[in-house]
């Protein structure tokens, strides 16, 4: 049975860091695309970052240059490096994965997900 479980989220000022973490059980992981998702109140879940099988990562425009998805694949871990954050970055953040090839963003491709960990970025 395949298990996402994130967490890291809370609230933090506008320009702060946070670490967001999805620990990965009962999949090959390291055969598995898996990727950061987040909604905002009365939004679409949209893609934020995601990362392949073979390192290849793609992030979302608006997080070009402030977010980071590195993996620990001794741990099974996935993280979401959140740097520079803007009230707008404010959503619940979803982890995802699925045996997909090459990084991707588009929420239907992906079956497997956490429950999620909220962010609130204030000004």
């Known amino acids: 049975q395949v298990q996402l479980v994130e967490s890291g989220g809370g609230s933090v000022q506008a320009g702060g860091s946070l670490r967001l973490s999805c620990a990965a059980s009962g999949l090959p992981y390291s055969r598995y695309c898996m990727g950061w998702f987040r909604q905002a109140p009365g939004k679409e879940r949209e893609g934020v970052a995601s990362?392949?099988?073979?390192?290849?990562?793609i992030d979302a425009d608006s997080v070009k240059g402030r977010f980071t998805i590195p993996k620990d694949n001794a741990k099974n871990i996935l993280y979401l490096q959140m740097n520079s954050l803007k009230p707008e970055d404010t959503a619940m953040y979803y982890c995802?994965?699925?045996?997909?090839?090459?990084?991707?963003?588009?929420?239907?491709?992906?079956?497997?997900w956490g429950q999620g960990t909220q962010v609130t970025v204030s000004s």
């Open positions: 995802a994965a699925d045996y997909l090839i090459g990084p991707r963003l588009l929420r239907d491709d992906f079956h497997y």
């Open positions: 990362i392949a099988s073979d390192g290849t990562t």
